[in-house]
């Protein structure tokens, strides 16, 4: 009986839960009519993609992620500017903030540079803005001084500015005067370039006026500057010894000028801080600045 199950046509085969009936002349598979393109198209796909998914369903699922992710997405990274000093929404800041800053005075000449400059005065208005910028990081703040500053520069070769400390860098995340010079520079359309490096590790802020007078020491990369007019950009201006002491080391590495501009100039005997005393913000508190301590 067995023998004859083992040669008969009938014989049965399972393979992969399909059902083959053997020829009894040669033994091979029988395929009914019409079966064996499509037989062979089947295998051809399962071959070149076994384990994905078909494009419409690919689509489908894309867009149903969409339609939840998108609003939320658009909720968060779209968010509308607000002006830093009434929360206004508009551009920072606001066409009826920005005419209460109010414009700075001649700034008093500093030894070696050329020219010196700043577009505010440091008042509460234009401290608010300015802190919003450095310690919220409101890039666009950074446009509004960039345009300034630009209006008030003379013709330069290069855009450079006075580097922060290593370790306000690292708590900001980034160096406010750099970010405001290759601002500058992008409505200028001139080249800029890190041309000064900072001796020291010691930093202006919380200082009285007897120290930050000292200054600190600045180092010129005089290849890149050898030659050329500087626009030297700094934050804020307040004993103009930062700004002395980069002159000073732009000359000594071959600056023809050097052109100091600020966006904010600390008249005398304010400073931007209570002698002696530290403050410590604390970003995202309260106001557009910050909270003070």
Not at 28 to 34: L, T
Not at 75 to 86: G, H, N
Not at 116 to 121: D, K, L
Not at 244 to 268: D, F, I, K, N, Y
Request: glycine share 10%; aromatic share 4%.
């Amino acid at each position: 009986m067995s023998g004859e199950l083992a040669h008969s046509p009938l014989r049965k085969r399972r393979d992969g839960g399909r059902v083959e009936r053997r020829s009894e002349s040669d033994g091979s598979p029988e395929r009914e009519p019409g079966d064996a393109g499509q037989q062979e198209q089947h295998a051809n796909r399962e071959v070149a993609t076994p384990h994905t998914t078909s494009p419409t369903i690919r689509r489908a699922t894309i867009r149903r992620a969409g339609s939840v992710i998108g609003p939320a997405y658009r909720r968060v990274m779209f968010l509308p500017t607000r002006c830093p000093l009434c929360a206004t929404i508009g551009p920072a800041p606001c066409g009826s903030c920005a005419r209460q800053l109010e414009r700075a005075p001649a700034v008093p000449a500093i030894a070696g540079c050329t020219s010196i400059g700043a577009c505010y005065r440091y008042d509460d208005a234009a401290r608010s803005m300015m802190l919003a910028f450095k310690y919220r990081n409101r890039r666009d703040i950074v446009a509004f001084c960039a345009r300034a500053l630009a209006a008030m520069a003379p013709p330069v070769d290069l855009v450079t500015w006075a580097p922060s400390t290593a370790v306000r860098v690292r708590d900001r995340g980034f160096d406010q005067a750099e970010v405001l010079a290759r601002a500058v520079a992008r409505v200028l359309r001139v080249p800029t370039a890190s041309t000064l490096r900072r001796v020291g590790a010691g930093h202006q802020t919380g200082l009285d006026a007897a120290a930050r007078r000292v200054g600190p020491v600045f180092e010129a990369r005089a290849p890149r500057v050898a030659g050329r007019g500087v626009l030297l950009i700094d934050d804020i201006v307040t004993t103009g010894s930062t700004f002395a002491q980069a002159a000073s080391a732009l000359g000594a590495g071959g600056a023809l000028a050097v052109h100091a501009r600020a966006c904010c100039w600390t008249p005398p005997g304010r400073g931007r801080h209570e002698p002696g005393r530290e403050r410590t913000v604390r970003p995202g508190c309260g106001g557009a600045g910050g909270v003070e301590s």
